[in-house]
């Protein structure tokens, strides 16, 4: 009875919300939903698939995400936001004539490369083959992430989540029949891969050309190309700052040790799912702190997130042999010793989010802009010094160094928002416990790599921080509602 009275509340409460926040709550599943099927089919691929197999795909996807930056333009980001705000009535033309503008770049590099193939095969360490099909995927896959974003504009929240899952369940099974029946498995995972993203974006961009019959847009053109230029060096930081490791390994050691080091950057990514889904939480609640001038309540929660989060990191270090070995073969163990270092970054990007939003609201981009650069070309100037003197466990840490960095200097430009604004903001965040916990966290890094050795210690703390986390269990739930209640307003 209890379960069912919870169950009819729950459908009510559903039935009764905004469109806007069905949406957001059905986006959230999505994203869980499809990290979930990315990471409950590693464990299958990586034991159908050797180290080096594993390590062409994974290097591949890390050079596509860095070259589309170029070819895309990033126009299906903010950009196009701002289009279908300002042209509502002109929107089906001005879709078809951003696709066009990323089919036109698209297009132009490639004939580049047909002209340097050997140039971009030493460079990537990719074949020809799957560099031409990089291409194909840079060509279609846009359209997929146009009408995705028409669709999230529009609230129509049903389609985005349909296709999210079709989406990955079709390059997930496909890529496993493929890996089965052929000898060049790790070409195969791509083909498996891009060619579901070519088969949907192909269709979705001949949709796009029927509704909106418009390829070249001067107007449209001209606004995406000044708003979007400016913005590929911010883009190609984060890029840089989670895919240059995996470039950088496959480059300087290979293969085998480019996929032992995705393995382990993955998994540790399990953090990330709710350090993400609790920052986009975060957001609108402090705007709405700030505007009413309720510090103390923002410092309060950020505090007791912060704590929460610096917690979870420790426990997923101290189970990180048994999550690897759940999620891949013995070939991959070595990744353990990996596993601390990244997880501990996910703190780090759960933190400087917290200084960043502070300068969105004063509208300080430039602010995030120089910090995004700064931690990208560390990530690969560290990699560069120290993956050939200490192999590939040192760009672990090297991704730990940069995310620390990253939050010092938005820590940075955050007091001298404080300093500019004091008569409109007072102090936000304890600064000291912050300081604790990061010291903490990192400490803790190095520690539970050697606390691997040691089975009962490991598994003492992981008891005590759980007896913690049912402790302050209260505590927590009231923040989250606060926040909640904050976004419900």
């Known amino acids: 009875m209890i379960i069912k009275e919870i169950f009819v509340q729950g459908k009510n409460k559903y039935k009764n919300m905004p469109i806007a926040a069905k949406a957001s709550l059905w986006y959230i599943v999505c994203n869980v939903l499809q990290k979930g099927i990315v990471l409950l089919s590693m464990p299958i691929f990586t034991r159908l698939m050797s180290t080096s197999e594993y390590g062409i795909y994974t290097i591949y996807q890390s050079w596509y995400s860095i070259f589309v930056i170029f070819t895309s333009l990033g126009l299906y980001n903010s ?11 002109s929107s089906a033309q001005a879709t078809s004539s951003m696709l066009g503008l990323s089919t036109s770049i698209t297009a132009i590099l490639g004939i580049v490369f047909l002209l340097t193939s050997q140039i971009w095969e030493n460079l990537t360490r990719l074949s020809s083959e799957l560099i031409g099909v990089m291409f194909l995927q840079m060509l279609f896959e846009p359209a997929i992430y146009f009408w995705m974003t028409r669709q999230r504009y529009e609230f129509k929240y049903k389609g985005v989540v349909a296709l999210t899952l079709l ?104 953090m990330q799912i709710i350090t993400n889904a609790v920052s986009n939480s975060l957001g609108p609640y402090t705007y709405q702190s700030i505007k009413t001038r309720k510090f103390d309540s923002l410092r309060k929660t950020s505090s007791m997130l912060l704590i929460v989060m610096g917690l979870g990191c420790c426990l997923v270090m101290l189970f990180s042999p048994e999550i690897l070995y759940l999620f891949a073969s013995k070939e991959y163990m070595a990744a353990v010793y990996i596993m601390p270092a990244v997880v501990s970054s996910t703190f780090f990007m759960f933190l400087y989010p917290l200084f960043s939003i502070i300068e969105f609201y004063f509208e300080k ?59 409109e903001i ?60 904050k976004e419900d307003k």
């Open 79 to 89: 950009v196009y936001n701002n289009v279908l705000t300002k042209y509502p009535e």
């Open 167 to 270: 989406n990955a369940i079709s390059s997930t099974v496909f890529g496993v029949f493929l890996v089965l029946f052929s000898s060049e498995k790790g070409n195969s995972r791509v083909f498996a891969y891009a060619g579901t993203q070519v088969v949907i974006g192909s269709i979705l961009y001949v949709i796009c050309f029927c509704k909106g019959r418009t390829f070249f847009s001067k107007k449209f053109w001209k606004y995406s190309l000044e708003f979007c230029i400016p913005l590929i060096p911010h883009y190609l930081s984060f890029s840089v700052l989670s895919q240059a490791d995996r470039i950088m390994i496959g480059n300087m050691s290979g293969k085998s040790e480019a996929a032992i080091y995705s393995v382990a950057y993955n998994i540790a990514m399990l």
């Open 365 to 423: 981009p430039k602010f995030i802009m120089i910090a995004s650069t700064v931690g990208a070309v560390l990530n690969v100037l560290l990699n560069y010094l120290l993956i050939p003197v200490l192999g590939y466990y040192a760009a672990g840490f090297t991704t730990l160094a940069c995310y620390i960095l990253f939050a010092f200097a938005h820590y940075t430009f955050y007091k001298r928002i404080l300093e500019e604004k004091k008569e």
């Open 426 to 485: 007072e102090k936000i965040y304890d600064t000291r416990l912050i300081m604790f916990i990061s010291i903490g966290v990192v400490a803790f890094a190095v520690l539970s790599m050697w606390l691997y050795r040691w089975f009962i210690i490991r598994y003492l703390l992981i008891t005590i921080i759980v007896i913690l986390g049912v402790i302050k269990r209260k505590s927590l739930i009231n923040q989250l509602k606060l926040i909640k209640n």
